[in-house]
């Protein structure tokens, strides 16, 4: 019999491919990837012919509680290995259909956008703009409205199949400690589907609406994270509370904690105010030193790695236990290591990057302490040890990325 919706298997294939790709813990039913995979065939000709037949029903999704940087926890939803082929096959459909649609100042979720895009467009918009109003919507993925959310998916895409399952996503219960809930709001933060659909909600409920209602300010926004720029304190007010109204309307609420104004205060901008920073994306934009191609020193509004981001690396770094690896060579620690610190350095490094000095010196104390501890003849002397570590890092510069960027021991 000829199936209801016409979904191709090679569509279900690459799926799987982009699936293994981002890797991922399992779900409710506790089967890995490899262990889907290990009965590759008869799983994805199981999915594609359930998907095709329209009797594709997504299992509970498992909540995860995952600690959050400012204290607290927040539920992820974990898919199973095949609800996340199956969300896969939908996302690679409706993407195209949906991010021409998208604003142009939306970065969050999108291909082609990255995190330090959005940086940089509040970077240049804080030198032209006097105020910011920097906002953070409340638990964006829990409160989405499921009617408002379809009616905009609707509009935008006319596939039966995709808008079947997509339904179906969202009625889909939560497990929680082994019971199903169901959910009457919201998307699974951890779904494969549910950052588009986020995206597409605040298209509507914020992007589309300022462009309308508030013309004269620019907006910069990454999912549920975002700065609105304004020319006066008068607007910026004005600009928070006529978008908290906006957001009450569409069910959504900003974050008291994590909501405010701000002023870009630097050398031509001297005025006092009692918020002069903010926090975006991991980098705190605050008035810092600079030098001019003059080589004169002035006060520029400007990103940097934020303290927390800080505080972050530093205790991975602390819980990766360098010092006790005496067992490994250089080269280990480098292929051990070193992926992690050059995302470090090619993130939080592109912007004011001497502010990554501190980190850059915790790592090289615990590589001393672990010279230390595999060389006995340096064993009492931490100066001799740090001096055997620069003359380590001239010889192996690539080894580490700040060893790269100079940051290295004195070799002598």
Known sequence: MTKPFVISKRLVWEAF??????????????ESIEEFESKLGDNLYKLWNRMGSGSYFPPPVKAVPIPKKSGGTRIL????????????????????????VFDRDSFGYRPGRSALDAVALVRRRSWEYDWVVEFDIKGLFDNIDHGLLLRAVRKHCNIPWVLLYIERWLKAPMEIEGKPVARERGTPQGGV????????????????????????????????????????????????????????????????????????????????????????????????????KHGRVYVNFSPAVSREAMKAMRQTVRGWHLQLKCDKELSDLSKMFDPVLRGWANYYGRFYAKAMKPLWRHVNDYLVRWMQRKYKRLARGVTRAARALGRLAERAPRSFAHWEKGFIPAAR
């Open 193 to 292: 589907v549910s950052p588009l659909l986020a995206n597409l909600f605040l298209h509507y409920a914020m992007d589309k609406w300022m462009r309308r209602h508030l013309r004269s300010v620019r907006f910069c926004r990454y999912a549920d994270d975002g700065v609105v720029h304004c020319q006066s304190e008068v607007q910026a007010k004005l600009v928070l509370r006529k978008l908290g109204e906006r957001l009450r309307q569409c069910g959504l609420e900003l974050h008291p904690e994590k909501t405010r104004i701000v002023y870009c205060q630097d050398v031509n901008r001297k005025a006092m105010h009692p918020t002069v920073q903010f926090t975006f994306l991991g980098y705190t934009f605050r008035p810092r030193k600079a030098v001019d």
């Open 17 to 30: 491919q982009r699936v293994k790709a981002n890797g991922g813990s399992a779900g409710v039913d506790q």
């Open 77 to 100: 939803g974990v898919p199973t290995v095949a609800d996340r082929v199956a969300q896969t096959v939908v996302k690679i459909v409706l993407e195209p259909l949906l991010e021409p």
